[in-house]
């Protein structure tokens, strides 16, 4: 899904929702944007709610109707928030980004559709499968020794993987170990607000 400028929509949002903007550089700028700016517009609950959605969105890089359809899902469920970042977190491309496997997660679904991962030894070319406890997800065969498997050995040690992820650096591979868990005020967007932009 092609995104467009990425600094703009950031702003736009309020929030670093693009690895790109998730530096100490644009958070100056961001800052001083914000001082000298003479007139801030207050945004209704409709816009504000909006905003939310479109925060988590963007963070996952999904169209609006991919995002829909997970959002779809979640409301059946006892806990729509949990389910919906649930769903979303266990997605393989994220999977990949979360354990350093990939330096973005628009590198994690452009290379796992290009078939450079396997899953439980196998290869997959589909970056929005859905992982699960237990699975191992890892560079194929020789493919982990080339320039890009060798930089993400070294991501992996100096970047933190979340709980529900075991990563192993000298494998190039990381095992679903738990459950994403979800709390508000964690992430950039509030699932909560998402879900009822949804259901208004």
């Known amino acids: 899904m092609k995104i467009g400028p990425k600094y703009k929509i950031a702003r736009r949002l309020g929030a670093p929702i693009f690895e790109k903007t998730q530096t100490a550089k644009y958070g ?5 944007k914000e ?101 191992v997800v890892g560079w194929r065969g020789s493919e982990r020794l080339n320039q890009l498997g060798a930089d993400s050995a070294e991501r992996m040690k100096a970047q933190a993987a979340p709980a529900w992820l075991e990563a192993s650096a000298e494998k190039r591979e990381a095992t679903v170990v738990g459950e994403p868990a979800y709390a508000k005020g964690e992430q950039v967007f509030d699932l909560g607000t998402v879900i009822g932009f949804y259901n208004r």
Request: hydrophobic residues 35%; glycine residues 6%; charged residues 25%.
């Open 28 to 32: 100056l700028s961001l800052a001083r």
């Open 35 to 135: 001082k000298t700016a003479k007139f801030k517009r207050q945004k209704s609950e409709y816009g504000q709610a909006l905003n939310e959605k479109q925060k988590a969105r963007f963070s996952y890089g999904m169209s609006e109707r991919q995002f829909k359809s997970y959002v779809d899902k979640a409301a059946k469920a006892a806990n729509p928030s949990l389910k919906l970042f649930q769903l979303l977190e266990s997605r393989l491309d994220n999977a990949l980004f979360r354990s350093g496997l990939a330096k973005t997660r628009a590198q994690a679904r452009q290379l796992a559709s290009h078939g450079h991962f396997n899953v439980n030894g196998k290869r997959v070319t589909v970056p929005s499968i859905q992982v699960k406890v237990g699975d």
